[in-house]
């Protein structure tokens, strides 16, 4: 009698039985792809869909050079982690939310002159999509520092940088479409390929930013839509591209015909940075940013700048999602913008931001770290005993929020770091924070 193998669905249902009841606990080490076939006699693409379908389950996590491994179930890690900590919180590693001591006298102060001045129902009427021309030209100004020339009828005024990736997605691509990204880029990209169904391409990343003869291969094998990427200050590695890697970039966009999608959110951490790619190749860029690491992370507001042949098209698509900024928040962003309060706070940003990653330097001396001196971000590598999911069990534990690598990964495999995010705490806190994190990882037996 012939025994049939096992369904690639029935080997998924065992192992995350096995898993949800402990039979295999956390930081199991699970059979390669290829014993996995042979084992189950299923075909090797099979027993990688296997791999696949249960890290998309959040039950395994496949490490590079190490295998595959069941993961702490904790609720810590990957791209929406759990924020409701098991015990009194010690510091928020995970997201950052900077903000100055006395901004809140600058809001009140704010409101104070939005409600004194001559037409303040003005600001609960309608705009139009993308804002009004005043409002997009304060906007066109502000960006003359960051080395944009742009007329205001190419700038479109959104709710946030995401809300302005989002329309950019929505005008540039279609489900299917290649979207090029770094192997580690922002987790809201992730999210956003996702929702349009767009096919992402990761590109290997180098200690000086990504591979582009990596890039340059794809694009000649695969029809790459757009090209994703954060020059100036990446998150989560902190590179600056020089510029020639930007004109070379800007050069492929030409030569394949694909878009750019600079993300220029942290760019304001990097005093001279080179020419942003919407300088050097206007008619492949479509640049977007926002205030919420510069002025507040509640402050929903943000732009892109768009090609003239995309502005049509990008308006239908802004109107079609959420219109854009509201009047309120547009009329206290550009009248922060106008007045000179934005560079105000984004020097004492650049400020703060140096003296926070000096602090992690020092805390977290003799380990692995990669990060932007003057920057909300440090990437830190763990040991190879020390697994992501399990180190942010660990931390929770001790009251700290951290990211895992997975969160950044856009590869199948995902890089055994963790990103730290340092704006949050109170700078006095911050040491403190990252020697109990170094104690905590430290404890992590091999």
């Not at 003359?144 to 997605?169: F, H, K, M, Y």
């Not at 590109?203 to 790459?224: F, H, N, Q, S």
């Amino acid at each position: 009698m012939t025994v049939r193998p096992p369904s690639y669905k029935a080997v998924v249902d065992e192992y995350a039985a096995a898993i949800r009841s402990g039979a295999l606990p956390a930081g199991t080490r699970l059979p390669t792809h290829r014993m996995l076939a042979r084992d189950r006699r299923i075909a090797l693409a099979t027993a990688t869909r296997v791999y696949a379908e249960l890290a998309a389950a959040g039950l395994v996590v496949g490490e590079r050079g190490r295998g595959t491994f069941v993961r702490v179930r904790s609720g810590y890690d990957g791209i929406e982690p759990s924020r409701a900590l098991p015990v009194p919180r010690v510091a928020d590693l995970s997201f950052n939310q900077p903000l100055a001591p006395d901004q809140g006298d600058l809001l009140r102060q704010a409101l104070r002159a939005l409600a004194s001045s001559g037409d303040a129902e003005a600001l609960l009427r309608q705009h139009p999509p993308g804002g009004h021309r005043h409002d997009r030209a304060t906007v066109a100004t502000y960006l003359l520092d960051r080395g944009i020339d742009t007329a205001p009828e190419n700038v479109l005024l959104t709710s946030g940088a995401q809300q302005a990736l989002d329309c950019v997605l929505r005008t540039l691509t279609r489900p299917g479409d290649v979207l090029a990204v770094d192997a580690l880029s922002y987790p809201g990209i992730k999210l956003l390929a996702a929702a349009h169904r767009l096919d992402l391409a990761p590109v290997p990343v180098t200690a000086a930013g990504p591979d582009l003869d990596t890039l340059d291969r794809l694009c000649r094998t695969r029809p790459v839509r757009a090209v994703y990427t954060m020059p100036t200050v990446h998150n989560p590695l902190g590179w600056v591209l020089d510029r020639a890697q930007r004109e070379r970039l800007a050069g492929l966009a030409a030569d394949h015909d694909f878009l750019l999608i600079e993300d220029g959110t942290y760019a304001f951490l990097e005093a001279a940075p080179p020419p942003p790619l919407q300088a050097l190749a206007p008619e492949h860029t479509c640049y977007v940013a926002g205030l919420s690491k510069n002025v507040a992370p509640g402050l929903r507001f943000g732009f892109a700048v768009l090609p003239d042949r995309l502005l049509r098209a990008a308006t239908t698509s802004l109107r079609t999602a959420a219109w854009g900024a509201p009047g309120l928040v547009t009329a206290l962003a550009t009248g922060w913008l106008a007045d000179g309060t934005v560079a105000c706070l984004e020097q004492q940003r650049r400020t703060d931001a140096a003296a926070r990653q000096a602090v992690a330097r020092t805390a977290l001396a003799g380990l692995t770290t990669t990060g932007h001196p003057a920057s909300y971000v440090l990437w830190l590598t763990l040991e190879p005993h020390q697994r992501p999911d399990h180190a942010a069990a660990a931390l929770a534990a001790e009251g700290i929020l951290i990211s895992t690598a997975d969160a950044f990964a856009t590869t199948p495999h995902h890089p055994n770091a963790l990103r730290l995010a340092l704006a949050t705490p109170p700078l006095a806190d911050l040491h403190p924070a990252l020697t109990r994190l170094r104690t905590t990882l430290d404890a992590i037996a091999p």
